[in-house]
């Protein structure tokens, strides 16, 4: 493949070539979408149809549930139907889709995130200031700005990767469309750019967790002096989920893209993209709802169990 309008598609790495394992990662594929997307969807409506929750925490917190939604339905659904009808193939518009698709919902999340830590910290460290703070069109236009800011995100990535030259082949060593695997297929020294993007985009989201992390330093300094038990016990049960989904975000994607890209297909680079773009969204619903009261009373009148 000489140039860039040669490459009409690419072919992603098959978790095996076994027909009876391909099913099984079919299968396996199968129940972790099916569970994250119940998982969201019962987040989301308990959200919606309970006025308890009609608080910006939990309008955040719809939000990230959309975007999870999303982002998972971007990359799982065609690996699964690549393992049940027995191939690679992703068409080159598929692939500048997925890639757009995908960091458009990656950085609408983390910028949701961020919010929501400044939310918690307003309303633990400046509680008299919340409702004026945290009106409904400041939440709005909060929310607005993530979303705005995934689109630009992902714009500079996608048009940054898909402007330069593939001749390097057209076999991409992930099961779906991962910028780190696709620079490796350009032979232009544009490349560069894209690499140097990347790294701004490190610097951003490290600098966006350090601000998460100063936030809830206040905000434990703050719940510390509160004298009630019970009020310590409601605030770090409403902190705690948040920063647990925000160091699982970013941990595993730090993991997969500061670590060297090999030139061959390995396990680990598997496993750190499975980590970075399946676990969150399976894990986020979990994670707010076990150690959130609010929650499970909103799920349990939802569904109807005691």
Request: with cysteine.
């Amino acid at each position: 493949m000489s140039n860039r309008t040669t490459v009409t598609e690419f072919l992603l790495l098959g978790f095996s070539e076994v027909q009876e394992l391909q099913i099984l990662h079919f299968v396996g594929f199968l129940v972790i979408y099916l569970a994250a997307l119940m998982g969201n969807l019962l987040v989301f409506m308990a959200i919606a149809f309970d006025h308890h929750l009609h608080t910006p925490m939990y309008f955040f917190l719809m939000n990230l549930s959309i975007l999870d939604l999303g982002s998972i339905s971007v990359i799982v659904p065609k690996s699964m139907a690549n393992s049940l009808m027995n191939t690679r193939y992703i068409s080159y518009a598929g692939c500048v889709a997925q890639v757009f698709l995908y960091f458009f919902l990656l950085g609408a999340d983390f910028s949701l995130l961020t919010v929501m830590a400044y939310d918690r910290y307003v309303a633990i460290c400046q509680p008299l200031h919340y409702e004026t703070i945290m009106n409904s069109r400041a939440c709005v236009q909060m929310a607005a700005g993530a979303w705005i800011s995934g689109i630009l995100y992902s714009v500079l990535h996608t048009g940054n990767t898909f402007a330069l030259t593939f001749c390097g082949g057209n076999v991409v060593e992930q099961f779906f469309c991962e910028i780190p695997q696709l620079l490796k297929l350009t032979c232009s020294d544009s490349y560069l750019s894209e690499v140097g993007l990347l790294a701004f985009s490190v610097c951003l989201v490290l600098g966006g967790f350090v601000f998460i992390i100063v936030s809830y330093a206040q905000i434990f300094k703050s719940v510390l002096r509160i004298p009630s038990e019970q009020r310590q016990h409601k605030a770090f049960s409403t902190c705690l989920p948040h920063l647990t989904v925000v160091s699982l975000f970013v941990c595993t994607g730090a993991f997969a893209y500061l670590k060297p890209i090999s030139s061959s297909p390995s396990a680990l680079n598997l496993v750190a993209a499975v980590l970075y773009s399946i676990l969150p969204p399976i894990m986020n619903p979990i994670i707010y709802s076990m150690r959130n009261k609010e929650m499970k009373a909103a799920l349990r009148r939802l569904t109807g169990c005691r």
